[in-house]
């Protein structure tokens, strides 16, 4: 008996869904990880777009600007920190040793704070490689760029 080689309904019916899930998974990926890749953050106004649309609202009177070097090695707290940045889709493991920008604002919007809370962004090549929100008070916080509820 011969076998047929040729499309099957079955065959056919399991390329459709192979396909519908690498297209889903393509629109998933787009809309989670476009982000800050659309915007210019290689300028104040791209920053404050990027910002303004995960719901922050910064006073760009206050932006401090400084060059860093992620560490060669992440260890102590910068594991730590680097756990919270993987967690948001960045990973500093990708640029130890390497040089990139730092930008901090203070927020304006911050809900529920007795003390300023700022941004930081780590920006390499007009593309964010990390950021936080935090506040500098003795007990302060730190969380991901994403805005959480109180």
């Not at 076998?3 to 065959?11: A, D, E, I, N, Q």
């Not at 056919?12 to 998974?25: D, K, N, Q």
């Not at 130890?96 to 930008?103: A, I, R």
Request: glycine content about 8%; overall charge negative; proline content about 2%.
């Amino acid at each position: 008996m011969l076998k047929s080689h040729g499309l099957t309904k079955r065959k056919a019916a399991a390329i459709v869904v192979l396909l519908a899930a690498v297209l889903l998974g393509l629109i998933l990926l787009r809309w989670y990880g476009a982000g800050a890749s659309n915007y210019d953050l290689s300028t104040t106004e791209g920053r404050q777009a990027f910002l303004l649309e995960l719901g922050w609202e910064i006073d760009t009177d206050t932006e401090e600007f400084r060059t860093v070097v992620v560490p060669e090695k992440l260890e102590g707290i910068m594991s730590q920190y680097n756990r919270m940045q993987q967690a948001q889709g960045y990973d500093l493991n990708e640029h130890l040793g390497e040089s990139c920008q730092q930008y901090s604002y203070q927020l304006t919007n911050y809900p529920d704070s007795d003390s300023p809370v700022f941004v930081t962004l780590y920006i390499q090549d007009g593309k964010l490689i990390a950021g936080d929100i935090h506040t500098n008070a003795l007990n302060g916080f730190m969380h991901g760029l994403k805005r959480i509820s109180k």
